[in-house]
């Protein structure tokens, strides 16, 4: 449990530093932008890592069972998924899609968190999708003040079919791959 928590405290709390305009802009001016982004992305490796490994730790050691989900939530759960897989890719490809969501990739980590808080009723699952879950709103929320122009849609539907395809193919290969070789849990 403790891993987790401090996984979850370095990588939050390093996506917060991105929300808090002036401080962020007080380290590029001192660090520079390259040592910035490096620190910044060493960091966040550092948390997603302890997290996910002190996640699996903490289930391992069964964690308070505070509700059974129902068997339904594990559909539901699965199509929520390729929802938020299809997001998060659109987040990097210019479409319909990104201009729609405005901010995709939020949009996909708070599917994706729900998603798994309807499936996993263990306390371990919901303080680690509950927070990040909590993180994301209060990143959107902070976007929404700093009034940034939103994604334009593109003339064509090219990268509308990128974007579906590539979600896909995510979806798949985390279902298929790294949910059962890396999580431990088939999920198909």
Do not use: C
Request: no cysteine.
């Amino acid at each position: 449990m403790v891993m987790m928590l401090l996984g979850l405290v370095v990588f939050l709390g390093i996506h917060l530093v991105t929300t808090v305009r002036g401080l962020r802009a007080g380290l590029i001016a001192q660090l520079g932008e390259g040592p910035y982004k490096g620190f910044y992305s060493l960091l966040a490796a550092s948390g997603l890592l302890l997290t996910a490994y002190g996640y699996a730790l903490w289930r391992a050691s069964g964690p308070l069972q505070v509700w059974n989900p129902p068997v339904g939530m594990r559909h539901l759960t699965l199509l929520l998924m390729l929802f938020a897989a299809i997001a998060i890719v659109a987040a990097y490809v210019p479409s319909h899609v990104k201009a729609w969501l405005k901010h995709p990739m939020l949009v996909g980590v708070k599917t994706w968190a729900v998603a798994h808080l309807l499936a996993n009723g263990d306390i371990a699952s919901i303080v680690l999708f509950g927070a990040v879950l909590a993180w994301a709103v209060f990143d959107r929320i902070s976007l929404k003040r700093r009034d940034l122009p939103a994604p334009v849609a593109p003339k064509n539907w090219a990268g509308d079919a990128l974007v579906v395809g590539g979600g896909l193919v995510l979806y798949l290969a985390l279902a298929y791959l790294f949910h059962p070789y890396v999580v431990g849990v088939p999920v198909m």
